[in-house]
T-cell receptor, first 113, second 109 residues
Framework: DAGVTQSPTHLIKTRGQQVTLRCSPI?????VSWYQQVLGQGPQFIFQ???????GRGNFPDRFSARQFPNYSSELNVNALLLGDSALYLC????????????FGQGTRLTVV | AQRVTQPEKLLSVFKGAPVELKCNYS??????LFWYVQYSRQRLQLLLR??SRESIKGFTADLNKGETSFHLKKPFAQEEDSAMYYC???????????FGTGTRLKVLA
C-alpha cells in the first residue's frame, strides 16, 4: 500500500488564481481531512469529510472548499489566492470518523507569488 | 479556546541522556492527546496516544489533567530519535486535531 498520496507535490501560483489539490486515501479509509501548515507552525485543520459529507470545518475563509468523491478521494480548492496561502497542505485519511489515528500524506507545497 | 503549547522550538541532548518534550493544552472537557513525529524527509506519523497508555520506541507520555500537560519522555535518547515532534489535541465530538507548533529534537553523538 502506497499510503496517502497527494498531487501535485509542488505548485506555484499567482495571486488571484485558483488551485485544486488532490488526495487519495489509504484503501478502505472513508475519512479524509485537510490541514494547512505554514512554515514554523503546526498543521491547522481545514476540513474533514466522511462518507462524502463534510463533518468538520476549521477557521478558514469561504475561499477554501473541498469535496469527497464516491471512491473517497478528495479535492481541496482555494480561490482568489493570497500570498498568505503559501503553505504545505496535508491530507490525512482515517478508517473511521471520530478520534482515531490519522495517516498523513507527504503534502503539497503551494507557493503563491 | 482549545490550544496546544509546545514551549521549546529546539531541544538538543546528547545520546544516552534523558529526553522530555513538553506539551501543555487548554481545554475544559475531556481531551484526547497524541504525539506525532516527523523524521527527516518522511511524512507525519503517529507516535503514541494517551488512551493507549503504551510505550513506543521507548517513549512514554502521561496525561496530567491537573497540570493540563502531556509531556513526552524517554530515559535514554538515541540518534535516530532526532526528528520534529508535534503534540496534538482532539476534543470529543469533533473530528480535528489541534497541533502545537512542534519541537525539533536533536540527539548529538
Amino acid at each position: 500500500d502506497a499510503g496517502v498520496t497527494q498531487s501535485p507535490t509542488h505548485l506555484i501560483k499567482t495571486r488571484g488564481q485558483q488551485v485544486t489539490l488532490r488526495c487519495s486515501p489509504i484503501s478502505g479509509h472513508k475519512s479524509v481531512s485537510w490541514y494547512q501548515q505554514v512554515l514554523g507552525q503546526g498543521p491547522q485543520f481545514i476540513f474533514q469529510y466522511y462518507e462524502k459529507e463534510e463533518r468538520g470545518r476549521g477557521n478558514f475563509p469561504d475561499r477554501f472548499s473541498a469535496r469527497q468523491f464516491p471512491n473517497y478521494s478528495s479535492e481541496l480548492n482555494v480561490n482568489a489566492l493570497l500570498l498568505g496561502d503559501s503553505a504545505l497542505y496535508l491530507c490525512a485519511s482515517s478508517p473511521l470518523t471520530g478520534i482515531t489515528e490519522a495517516f498523513f500524506g507527504q503534502g503539497t507545497r503551494l507557493t503563491v507569488v | 479556546a482549545q490550544r496546544v503549547t509546545q514551549p521549546e522550538k529546539l531541544l538538543s541532548v546528547f545520546k544516552g541522556a534523558p529526553v522530555e518534550l513538553k506539551c501543555n493544552y487548554s481545554y475544559s472537557g475531556s481531551p484526547e492527546l497524541f504525539w506525532y513525529v516527523q523524521y527527516s524527509r518522511q511524512r507525519l506519523q503517529l507516535l503514541l496516544r494517551h488512551i493507549s497508555r503504551e510505550s513506543i520506541k521507548g517513549f512514554t507520555a502521561d496525561l496530567n489533567k491537573g497540570e493540563t500537560s502531556f509531556h513526552l519522555k524517554k530515559p535514554f535518547a538515541q540518534e535516530e530519535d532526532s526528528a520534529m515532534y508535534y503534540c496534538a489535541l482532539s476534543t470529543s465530538g469533533t473530528y480535528k486535531y489541534i497541533f502545537g507548533t512542534g519541537t525539533r529534537l536533536k540527539v548529538l553523538a
